[in-house]
T-cell receptor
Framework: DSGVTQTPKHLITATGQRVTLRCSPR?????VYWYQQSLDQGLQFLIQ???????AKGNILERFSAQQFPDLHSELNLSSLELGDSALYFC???????????????FGEGSWLTVV | DAKTTQPTSMDCAEGRAANLPCNHS???????VYWYRQIHSQGPQYIIH???NNETNEMASLIITEDRKSSTLILPHATLRDTAVYYC?????????????FGQGTELSVKP
């Protein structure tokens, strides 16, 4: 158990809909990362937040957005869903108590999204 | 970001050492080498990381060449549960976010 909690574990929704994926980082971790894993793309970095602020951005679509709340949990919002958005979405966390020199990133078990 | 090159797949006999190579010839002086593995769509699992010196923990050993252009992950006594995709990653500098950029990895099959 990595200590990173993601909900829901599985989600099926229709094209055009909007969903929210939730992530609770490890206790005290200030950074949250979101990754997308689809069959043909591998693990793709989407976005990182550090203590509520966006820190790094990857190939995140404009239809997707994320935020990190004061209690450090994060949400990934996916809107106008398309069939190609079907994937496993991972959240990860790091930087316990702001110790950023050398830190390990721990991953949750992912949220399976199926768009039909 | 420094790129890594790994073999697409490898086999290993159960109980033997698994040696997984990785090339990272464009690594910068203060970039770390990290290894993760992913077992069948589970969340990636941290294994080990290093900068210059060889490292060992309860899971594996990491050997980094003196010029830091390549490294080898060693699983000393591979078991069937070590069957997974292994990712060698050069960690983006922490002042650039410190995110992990995954490549395609090596699919390790441990066979009885």
């Amino acid at each position: 158990d990595s200590g990173v909690t993601q909900t829901p574990k599985h989600l099926i929704t229709a094209t055009g809909q909007r969903v929210t994926l939730r992530c609770s980082p490890r206790s005290g971790d200030l950074s949250v990362y979101w990754y997308q894993q689809s069959l043909d793309q591998g693990l793709q970095f989407l976005i990182q937040y550090y203590n509520g602020e966006e820190r790094a951005k990857g190939n995140i679509l404009e239809r997707f957005s994320a935020q990190q709340f004061p209690d450090l949990h994060s949400e990934l919002n996916l809107s106008s869903l398309e069939l190609g958005d079907s994937a496993l979405y991972f959240c990860a966390s790091s930087d316990p108590f702001g110790q950023v020199e050398v830190n390990t990133i721990y991953f949750g078990e992912g949220s399976w999204l199926t768009v039909v | 970001d420094a790129k890594t090159t790994q073999p697409t797949s490898m086999d290993c006999a159960e109980g033997r050492a698994a040696n997984l190579p990785c090339n990272h010839s464009t690594i910068s002086g203060n970039e770390y080498v990290y290894w993760y593995r992913q077992i069948h769509s589970q969340g990636p699992q941290y294994i080990i990381h290093g900068l210059k010196n060889n490292e060992t923990n309860e899971m594996a050993s990491l050997i980094i060449t003196e010029d830091r252009k390549s490294s080898t992950l060693i699983l000393p006594h591979a078991t069937l549960r070590d069957t997974a995709v292994y990712y060698c990653i050069v960690r983006v500098k922490l002042n650039q976010g410190g995110k992990l950029i995954f490549g395609q990895g090596t699919e390790l099959s441990v066979k009885p």
